[in-house]
């Protein structure tokens, strides 16, 4: 009898245990305590920035810390496995680049986890324009003279990126695919590397961000030949996309958005979502983001999913078809 007691009294500290814990991640009690971002990319980096610049607003609409964490190395990954393992209660997230859509088994056959499956898309932040540019001085005015010179002698163009199998690698491989002419990759560990090497010379041409190459094109350093999204930047209004120049299926969208591990509730990633399109639409947060040169992306949740499978889809096919190899 007395045993039976004691079992009922264990199970009811448990059960109030359980319930206790419960309520502690309910959705309806969210967000009760601080929210880590984690950051696969360094301060500074485009990611970061609008990361930083819109969860700031975010934060004082929940009423709670969100602190930022950078998380860099082994290409994103190591970012996007400690969000994939962790507890889906909305305590957790990620805000990641385009280049999230790289990381699939497909291409990184070791993966500690499966992209599509583990990390729920909730809202892009923005899509920062990533543009086609060339040193100055080298006299090329358009994106025709550009492919017309290498054509003219295959094989010698060569163009920088921020490393093998990201967005920037990516982003010249759709473009020259579809412009149809050879060129050397040159991988350098960052955007100011890769930038640096068309500056000098050394490199004929770079897809990068405006948040890196602006300050450039505004001294003459660089000459922006074209974005690469699917409609001209707000902050270069007069220079065309390279689908416009003539070059299909050479567009490359480079958005920021949030993730949370599967699992989340439904309720907790659809205040994510409602909080964080509130915030990149306040007055101050837009202007902020627009002088960064970030394009606003008013998606849903079901409509950034679709574009993230679409991407995933698209990314494995652009590998297989140009012959990247990532480690």
């Given at each position: 009898?007395?045993?039976?007691?004691?079992?009922?009294?264990?199970?009811?500290?448990?059960?109030?245990?359980?319930?206790?814990?419960?309520?502690?991640?309910?959705?309806?009690?969210?967000?009760?305590?601080?929210?880590?971002?984690?950051?696969?990319?360094?301060?500074?980096?485009?990611?970061?920035?609008?990361?930083?610049?819109?969860?700031?607003?975010?934060?004082?609409?929940?009423?709670?810390?969100?602190?930022?964490e950078n998380r860099t190395?082994?290409?994103?990954?190591?970012?996007?496995?400690?969000?994939?393992?962790?507890?889906?209660?909305?305590?957790?997230?990620?805000?990641?680049?385009?280049?999230?859509?790289?990381?699939?088994?497909?291409?990184?056959?070791?993966?500690?986890?499966?992209?599509?499956?583990?990390?729920?898309?909730?809202?892009?932040?923005?899509?920062?324009?990533?543009?086609?540019?060339?040193?100055?001085?080298?006299?090329?005015?358009?994106?025709?003279?550009?492919?017309?010179?290498?054509?003219?002698?295959?094989?010698?163009?060569?163009?920088?990126?921020?490393?093998?199998?990201?967005?920037?690698?990516?982003?010249?491989?759709?473009?020259?695919?579809?412009?149809?002419?050879?060129?050397?990759?040159?991988?350098?560990?960052?955007?100011?590397?890769?930038?640096?090497?068309?500056?000098?010379?050394?490199?004929?041409?770079?897809?990068?961000?405006?948040?890196?190459?602006?300050?450039?094109?505004?001294?003459?350093k660089l000459q922006a030949?074209?974005?690469?999204?699917?409609?001209?930047?707000?902050?270069?209004?007069?220079?065309?996309?390279?689908?416009?120049?003539?070059?299909?299926?050479?567009?490359?969208?480079?958005?920021?958005?949030?993730?949370?591990?599967?699992?989340?509730?439904?309720?907790?990633?659809?205040?994510?979502?409602?909080?964080?399109?509130?915030?990149?639409?306040?007055?101050?947060?837009?202007?902020?983001?627009?002088?960064?040169?970030?394009?606003?992306?008013?998606?849903?949740?079901?409509?950034?999913?679709?574009?993230?499978?679409?991407?995933?889809?698209?990314?494995?096919?652009?590998?297989?078809?140009?012959?990247?190899?990532?480690?």
């Amino acid at each position: 009898m007395q045993h039976a007691r004691l079992f009922s009294v264990a199970a009811a500290l448990l059960l109030a245990g359980g319930c206790a814990a419960t309520a502690q991640t309910s959705p309806s009690n969210w967000p009760s305590k601080t929210i880590r971002a984690i950051v696969p990319l360094s301060a500074g980096s485009a990611t970061d920035i609008v990361a930083r610049t819109v969860l700031e607003q975010v934060s004082r609409q929940l009423g709670q810390p969100i602190v930022v964490e950078n998380r860099t190395g082994a290409a994103n990954t190591i970012a996007m496995n400690l969000v994939a393992k962790s507890d889906p209660d909305g305590y957790t997230i990620l805000i990641n680049s385009a280049a999230h859509t790289m990381k699939q088994k497909s291409i990184y056959p070791n993966l500690a986890f499966d992209t599509a499956r583990d990390l729920l898309p909730v809202i892009p932040l923005g899509n920062v324009p990533t543009v086609l540019v060339v040193q100055a001085s080298k006299g090329y005015r358009s994106v025709q003279d550009l492919v017309a010179a290498a054509k003219a002698k295959p094989g010698a163009m060569n163009y920088s990126s921020t490393g093998a199998g990201n967005s920037s690698h990516l982003n010249a491989e759709r473009f020259r695919l579809s412009a149809g002419f050879e060129a050397v990759h040159l991988p350098f560990k960052g955007a100011p590397e890769a930038a640096t090497e068309v500056m000098a010379g050394r490199a004929d041409f770079l897809f990068t961000t405006l948040l890196v190459t602006m300050p450039f094109i505004q001294d003459k350093k660089l000459q922006a030949l074209a974005v690469s999204g699917q409609q001209r930047a707000l902050a270069l209004p007069d220079i065309p996309t390279t689908e416009e120049a003539g070059y299909k299926n050479s567009y490359y969208n480079f958005w920021i958005g949030m993730f949370v591990p599967a699992g989340t509730p439904d309720a907790i990633r659809e205040r994510l979502h409602a909080e964080t399109r509130k915030a990149a639409a306040n007055p101050d947060v837009r202007e902020k983001l627009t002088k960064f040169g970030v394009d606003p992306m008013d998606l849903s949740i079901g409509q950034f999913s679709a574009l993230v499978s679409d991407e995933m889809k698209i990314n494995a096919a652009l590998v297989t078809a140009a012959g990247i190899r990532v480690e």
